[in-house]
């Protein structure tokens, strides 16, 4: 039976975080402790995956109880070549490392659960094309759900219903429409029990960085208390993609082949991408002005359902992944800022 909960959480927490974390640039990016160091992380089955300025860790809980560990160097593509530190550029290169980063991790907390009821030890690692082909289902699935479906019911509607719908109006339609894909897919999944743990480790991970950005000891007690709402987190991230790609959308003219329109919005997914990592930093970084937290509100509003209160084995296991991560940097208290 754990078997089949493990595969079916790791397809829908694989297409989930496809969705938040590859087209949001990891979940909870870029919380600063001081100048230099950027945390976030994932949650995963069972665990969490945290990750530092060069160096992450994935912890996860396994069947017995213990804690399984995987943690290594991060090789950042933007110190090799600087001209990717471009904003907006720099949005795009980290979804892609982000991407590949989470399923690595999803895959092995994955294994490391089902291990028990498939041999007895830890499976092995899936393959580069292994991971290619997940990352490339997710991908698609992604724009089936949320390019594809809306863009074909909005010609729809603008046929059936309304022939004179200016540009304007077309692409509003779209977005709404994309909107409440992506709403009742996360309330659906929601209700899974494996789901459902997987969101109670988001919380887990969210209230783990608080502590972290706070310049408190990492402990359960200290984290216990913080929210499991925050504001740099990838499911707030794509509430940004989605009100920018209405903008960005609107460019290309709705009286456009079917063809033309679709393969525009795809080829378009990077750029909006990069532009909503821009304001999503920005609007985290001015918490006290009135509009960047009218900004960050409705990503909150979102977090409700795909945050959950964690308990303390949870908490236990974010504090593992990031003080793991951690010890690849090293922190001067004296220079860290609480936001």
């Known amino acids: 039976m754990r078997r089949v909960w493990t595969r079916t959480a790791k397809a829908f927490v694989g297409t989930f975080n496809a969705l938040t974390n590859a087209l949001t640039a990891s979940d909870a990016t870029t919380a600063d402790r001081n ?32 804690v399984a560990i ?26 892609i490392q982000s991407l590949i980063l989470g399923m690595r991790a999803l895959n092995y907390s994955a294994n490391i659960v089902a ?6 030890g830890e499976q092995k690692e899936m393959s580069n094309w292994a991971i290619a082909g997940s990352m ?33 109006a077309y692409n509003a339609i779209d977005g709404v429409i994309r909107a409440i894909f992506f709403f009742v897919y996360i309330l659906s999944i929601s209700f899974m ?24 000891e990492l402990t359960v007690e200290n984290a216990r208390g913080k929210s499991t709402l925050h504001p740099r987190c ?14 960005v959308f609107s460019l290309v003219p709705s009286t456009m082949p079917f063809a033309v329109k679709f ?9 909006i991408a990069g532009l909503a990592y821009e304001v999503i930093r920005f609007s985290a970084r001015h918490l006290k002005s009135a509009a960047c937290r009218m900004l960050i509100q409705p990503g909150l509003w979102l977090q409700r359902i795909t945050t959950k209160e964690p308990d303390d084995t949870q908490l236990e296991i974010a504090i593992v992944a990031l003080k793991t991560a951690l010890a690849y940097d090293v922190v001067e208290p004296a220079q860290a800022a609480v936001a």
């Not at 995963?44 to 109880?65: C, F, H, K, N, W």
């Not at 995987?70 to 980290?94: I, T």
């Not at 291990?115 to 007895?120: I, K, L, Q, S, T």
């Open 136 to 168: 490339l289902f997710a991908l698609l699935l992604g724009v089936g759900l949320f390019i594809l479906a809306p863009l074909g019911l909005t010609n729809l509607i603008r046929h059936y219903l309304a022939p004179g719908m200016g540009n304007i």
């Open 263 to 271: 393969a525009a919005r795809v080829v378009l997914i990077p750029l």
């Open 115 to 120: 291990a028990p009821e498939e041999g007895g």
């Open 70 to 95: 995987k943690q290594d160097k991060l090789v950042s593509l933007a110190k090799k070549y600087p001209f990717l530190k471009f904003p907006v550029l720099r949005g795009s290169v980290v979804l």
């Open 193 to 216: 029990n494996e789901i459902r743990r997987v969101f109670q480790y988001h919380g887990a991970e969210h209230k783990t960085v608080y502590t972290f950005e706070a310049n408190e």
């Open 35 to 66: 100048i230099d160091m950027l945390i976030g992380g994932q949650a995963v089955i069972e665990g969490v995956m945290m990750r530092s300025l060069t160096g992450y860790s994935v912890a996860v809980r396994q069947p017995d109880g213990g």
């Open 234 to 247: 990838g499911t707030s991230f794509l509430m940004f993609v989605m009100a920018i790609s209405i903008l």
